[in-house]
Structures are given as C-alpha cells and as structure tokens.
C-alpha cells in the first residue's frame, strides 16, 4: 500500500494564527480527503479533493495530485479547531483507503 | 437522516469470546468500510464492501470476518477475541460517484 506522511505531528497555536497542515503520499493518489477528529473522537468530513482548490469558510485545501501531496489551511484559527487532522486518499485499488497518522492542533485561547 | 450509526457504542469482551458490531447506514451509499484505530494512529482499513453480497480485505484482515447481507447495514465479526484487537472502530459508507466517505461515531473496544 501507500505510505501517507503527515507534518507537522503536533502543532500548538494561539487563537487568531494561520496554519498549514501537509500530507505527502508515496505514490499517485486518489479521493484524498481531510478529516477533523474532534476531542470526542467524532470524524468529520472537511474535504472531498482529489485535485485543485476548495474553500469552506476560514478552511481551505490544495491537492497537486501529479505531486502527491495535499495542503490544509486554517486562518484564524479557534480554539474549536482543536483536535487531530487526518488525510486519507486511495492508489490503485479504488475503495483501499490509506489514513496518514494525523497532525494534532491544539489552539490556546 | 441519521447518517451511519454504529451498534454497540462500548463493549468490554473477554479473551475467547465473540461478538458482532453493527454498520447502518441510510444514505443509500453503494460502499461501506471498517476501520480501526489505535491510540495515536491513522484509521487503518480492515474489510471493505462495494455492493451487497460482496467483501474484499484490506490492509489489516486478520482475526475479523464481515457480511454484508443487505445494502444497508455491514456487520463486522470477532470470532475469538484477543487482547490486541483493544481498538476503536469505525464504519463508513460512500456512494459510488464520488467515493467520499462518511463515517459513524465509533465502538470502543476492550478485550481483557
């Protein structure tokens, strides 16, 4: 399978700060996604991007697929947006997700 | 809509004993997952489902058995417990144009 690399593993910023959360794979990946898992260990879906640019609100994603990497960015941030990111994404096989092990935010008020 | 939900949301086993978790989900999704994830880790793939009928192995098989009898519901099964199958698990379905996964809340899972 492909190797997902996530950086950085822990990030700690002060409410307001920007960020950029990197997830690099191994090889040409497909339906990448960016997860948030809150402090109660919920999943929520952030980014459906197999390719280009999406924007929700003070989050954003970039996926360069030919350069197998994915970029996740948080403006101004809050203390909400505390809790573990996860990029996931598939090679090959169609339905074989592959999950990068995770950057934990923790944003100080 | 509820989503996916999982059935139960806790369980303590022993070693040796069975049990089967519940996947459901009522988004008419073609596809569904089973993952697991262990403290400080990514989720990693144990069985996947693309239609009823169907099931394929992923990246960490071993020890789990699933079915997938209607296109609602995935039931993942622990035949013989072990104490390294102590994990959360988490289900997801996708519909087959996009391939987005949405997940459930999770099982806590202790073996002793």
């Known amino acids: 399978g492909i190797q997902v690399e996530q950086s950085p593993p822990d990030l700690i910023l002060q409410e307001g700060a920007n960020s950029t959360l990197r997830c690099n794979f191994s090889d040409s990946v497909n339906n990448l996604q960016w997860f948030h ?3 109660w260990g ?3 879906n952030l980014f459906y991007i197999p390719s280009g640019t999406k924007q929700n609100g003070r989050l954003s994603a970039t996926t360069v697929a030919t350069e197998r ?3 996740l960015y948080i403006s101004s941030s809050q203390t909400t947006d505390s809790g573990v990111y996860f990029c996931a994404g598939t090679s090959g096989n169609f339905n074989k997700f592959y999950f990068g092990s995770g950057t934990k935010l923790n944003v100080k008020p | 809509n509820a989503g996916v939900t999982q059935t ?3 369980r ?3 070693t040796g004993q069975s049990m089967t978790l519940l996947c459901a989900q ?4 073609e596809y569904m997952y089973w993952y697991r994830q262990d403290p400080g880790m990514g989720l990693r793939l144990i069985h996947y489902s693309v239609g009823e009928g169907t099931t394929a192995k992923g990246e960490v098989p071993d020890g789990y058995n699933v079915s997938r009898l209607k296109k609602q519901n995935f039931l993942l099964g622990l035949e013989s417990a072990a104490p390294s199958q102590t994990s959360v ?3 997801a379905s996708s519909p087959r144009s996009t391939n987005e996964q949405f997940f459930g809340p999770g099982t806590r899972l202790t073996v002793l």
Request: net charge positive; charged share 15%.
């Open chain 1, 42 to 44: 919920q999943l929520i």
């Open chain 2, 26 to 29: 009522d988004m008419n999704h």
């Open chain 2, 89 to 91: 698990y988490f289900c």
């Open chain 2, 8 to 10: 139960p949301k806790f």
């Open chain 2, 12 to 14: 303590v086993l022993k």
């Open chain 1, 69 to 71: 990497y994915s970029l």
């Open chain 1, 37 to 39: 898992q809150n402090p």
